[in-house]
Structures are given as structure tokens and as C-alpha cells.
């Protein structure tokens, strides 16, 4: 019963979650090496104007790691995090945010318990055509400072 209830919980996360993601978008194909490091290269400049220190990961439509870049400074545990963040994002396709949000403003905390969940602002999926095909995970500053990296990233795949 538990299973099903927190099936639940992230059914009524992703409805009430931003329109742009939703549980009904469908995974392209996965993303390439050079597309992951364009991603990559707009959340990096935006990072290095902030003068942060963070990591940076894009994962493909799988959840496979295809391309991570962490700043000399940035802690080492920012990696696993960065990571995860990604992975959590593409695996549920909204952003990391909205796990956040839903454990915050409605106490859904049985989603802690969700195996690769990370209820942490930083990972957003990467669209192309209205499919997701990967994500960013971004990990070393303040949550909000990690969401916005990590969108900047994933707005430069928009038209």
C-alpha cells in the first residue's frame, strides 16, 4: 500500500508542477556528447558571472552520466550531488524543485523514502521537441543559486 501511495504522491507532483514538464512527456533520444557540453558551457558562464564554485552534470534520457564539469574549488561532494540531482530530474522529468516543494508546502515526506529522489532545488530536465532527453544536476551554491544555473543550462536547448 505504501508503494502506491507514493506512485501517488509523485503522480499529483507532476500535475501540479510548472506545464512545461509533465509526467506524460515522453524520453527522445538520449543527448549527445556535444549538445550535453553546450548545456553545459551556458550554465558555466553563468556560474562563473555569479562567481561560484559549483558542478555541473548532465545525464541523458537513461540516466547515464554523459558529461560533468566541477570547478577547481568546488567540494568534492558536490559531485555525487550534482548528479543526483540530474538522474532525480530526468527520472520523474520536472524539476528537482517541485520534489522539494511538494515534501515543503504539503508534508509529503514519504518522499524522502523514494529510491533516487532528491528533494533538492538544481536538477531540470533537458527538452528538445517537447521530449526529455536528459537532465542537469547543478551542485555547490544555495539552492536557488543551483536552480537558476541549472535552468539557464536547460533554456539554452529552447527556441
Do not use: C
Not at 532545488?121 to 533537458?126: H, I, N, T
Amino acid at each position: 500500500m505504501k508503494h502506491i501511495w507514493i506512485q501517488l504522491n509523485f503522480a499529483a507532483l507532476t500535475l501540479t508542477s510548472t506545464s512545461v514538464f509533465a509526467q506524460t512527456m515522453s524520453y527522445g533520444s538520449p543527448i549527445s556528447l556535444e549538445v550535453a557540453q553546450k548545456v553545459t558551457q551556458v550554465a558555466s558562464k553563468d556560474m562563473h558571472q555569479r562567481k561560484l564554485e559549483m558542478t555541473i552534470a548532465v545525464v541523458d534520457s537513461g540516466g547515464n552520466l554523459v558529461y560533468l564539469e566541477r570547478a577547481n574549488q568546488a567540494g568534492i561532494g558536490t559531485i555525487d550531488a550534482a548528479i543526483g540531482k540530474a538522474k532525480a530530474a530526468n527520472g520523474i522529468k520536472v524539476p528537482t524543485k517541485a520534489i522539494q516543494e511538494q515534501i515543503l508546502k504539503n508534508n509529503s515526506l514519504n518522499l524522502l523514502a523514494v529510491p533516487g529522489a532528491f528533494p533538492v532545488e538544481g536538477g531540470v530536465p533537458l527538452v528538445i521537441n517537447n521530449q526529455v532527453v536528459g537532465a542537469i544536476g547543478v551542485s555547490g551554491g544555495m539552492p536557488a543559486d543551483d536552480g537558476d544555473i541549472a535552468n539557464a543550462g536547460a533554456k539554452s536547448l529552447q527556441p
